[in-house]
Structures are given as structure tokens and as C-alpha cells.
């Protein structure tokens, strides 16, 4: 498969690059800054320079074009302000979409947040990004051209992975190892099954890979 993924040096992203080229797919990892590319490169995935605060659908379409499958995985990040909270979380997120279907990609992973609503209330820079996250899961939800996957993590950590999870509908707070939501994730690329499924992430004591296939049966 070839699988292309926004965000491309996030910390969830490199471990999923990583995984995904281990298994044999062709991996490209969108970026923004050009020194970023050896890092992608370390982890078997080819490196795209490109801004999405500032693409177009068309460029973003190009990079898409002959793809299996994409993954939204940027962010702005806990240090950003509430305007880039609008532009990558929610804006960056849509337009990947539009690229997606413009390119006939079908299957979408989306990495969101749990929390993530349109109506959340608050004016804390967390509270503009939960609505920000559910504004663009609402819009992929909207788009019948994507077979699209939404992933929600609970609270993330850099603890060593276990490969041991809890993937349901609502499963509640709770930490999880980004090594694990990385691990679920390109279960989820590889699992059509799971379209039109909006999943939350906890640490748990089910195995990955029957956790995914779990959900893809119900």
C-alpha cells in the first residue's frame, strides 16, 4: 500500500511511518520544514515539503494522487495560539479532506482528540481546540466520498508502548502510550471495516490488533 500521512514529524506520525514502511508499505510524510526530512527518512518514509496552513486542494491533491490511503495526523501543537487552532486543527484537517476526494482516495484515518466537539463550551486555548477538532470531524463525517476512520485518544503519554488497548465507541478518560495509538492506527489504515466509526483510545487490556478487528465486526 501507499500511504500518505499530514503531519508528517509529529510524534505519533514517525512512530506510524515507522511501523507502517516495517510492514512493507510505501510511506509519505507530509512536512513543513525541509530539515525535517532526514528524521522521515530514518523511519523508512519518504519526505513531502509542503505547508498545509497555506496549500492549496490542488497541491495537496498532487501528493495524494496514487494513494491507498491517507491519515490526518497534524497539529498545531500545546504551544500554539487560538488562530492556528482554526488553521491546522480544524482548517488544515477540511482541506486534507477536500485533497483526498479530489485525488479518489476513499480511505481517511483521521487523528482527533477525545473531547473533541463543535458545540464544547469554553474560551481556554484547549476549549477552542476540542471545538476546532470537532468542526473538522464533523466536516470528514459529512464527505461521502471518503470511507473515513476517527480516532480519539485519551490523554497521551511517552510511555513505552504495551500493545494493549481499550478501542471502543465511549470508553471514558484515561491515559495511553503514544507508542500504542500509533500501533492502532495503521491497524486502521489496513481494516476498511472500520469506515463511518468514530473510535475513542484508552490504555486497556486487549490485544491491538483484536481490539481493531473487534470493532470492525460490530
Known sequence: ?????????????????RLLAGRGNEVAGIIRRAEQAGDLRAVGAEPAVLDLESASVDEVAALLRG????????????????????????????????AAVR???????????????????????????LRAKGEADAYVQGLDALDWTILRPGALTDDAGTGLVRLEAHTGRGPVPRDDVAAVLAELVDTPATSGLVLELIGGSTPVSVAVKSVAGN
Request: aromatic residues 6%; negative net charge; hydrophobic residues 50%.
Open 1 to 17: 500500500m501507499r500511504i500518505v500521512i499530514a503531519g508528517g514529524h509529529g510524534q505519533i506520525a514517525l512512530r506510524l511511518e
Open 103 to 129: 485525488a479518489g482516495v476513499r480511505r481517511l484515518v483521521v487523528v482527533s482528540s477525545m473531547g473533541a466537539d463543535p458545540g464544547h463550551a469554553g474560551q481556554e486555548i484547549f476549549d477552542v481546540y
Open 67 to 98: 494513494a491507498d490511503a491517507a491519515v490526518f495526523a497534524a497539529g498545531a501543537g500545546p504551544g500554539s495560539g487560538v488562530a492556528r487552532k482554526d488553521t491546522v486543527d480544524k482548517g488544515a484537517a477540511v482541506l486534507f479532506a477536500d
